[in-house]
């Protein structure tokens, strides 16, 4: 099984705190880190410390979108939190699909939130890469 992890995360979020929040993720989902593929999230979190590193540390691929294009993927969490700050109802749950190819029933761990120790959050959704046959 190969999946895609989409993020999300408050500016500035501590390193520590994205990769917790990851690999508690990837535990809920009953993954471990060899079935990630990637990692994808908005185009506005292209110079987030923590999401950078994390994808160099692990030697996962980023992917990024922007706004329009994860506002228009069907979540089964929205939040207009979210999308008043970062014009999109959804950043981990919309990203992960994208990047999986996926629709809503690819969608194997919906968003789970983290708050870290320095009291900042991230989010983790995860998603079955599509099978090309």
């Not at 809920?28 to 880190?33: F, H, P, R």
């Not at 506002?71 to 981990?92: D, F, H, I, K, L």
């Amino acid at each position: 099984m190969k999946v895609m992890v989409g993020v999300g995360c408050d500016r500035d979020v501590a390193f520590a705190t994205l990769q917790e929040g990851v690999s508690l993720g990837l535990q809920q989902a009953g993954l471990t880190e060899d079935a990630v593929v990637g990692l994808a999230t908005i185009d506005q979190k292209n110079d987030e410390v923590a999401v950078l590193e994390l994808a160099a540390v692990k030697g996962w691929p980023l992917f990024f979108f922007n706004a329009a294009q994860l506002s228009q993927v069907p979540v089964p969490n929205p939040s207009e939190t979210v999308r008043r700050y970062m014009g999109t109802p959804a950043v981990s749950e919309a990203a992960a699909l994208l990047a999986a190819g996926v629709g809503l029933e690819g969608l194997i761990l919906e968003k789970f939130k983290h708050r870290g120790a320095d009291r900042k959050h991230a989010t983790v959704s995860i998603a079955l890469m599509k099978r090309i046959e």
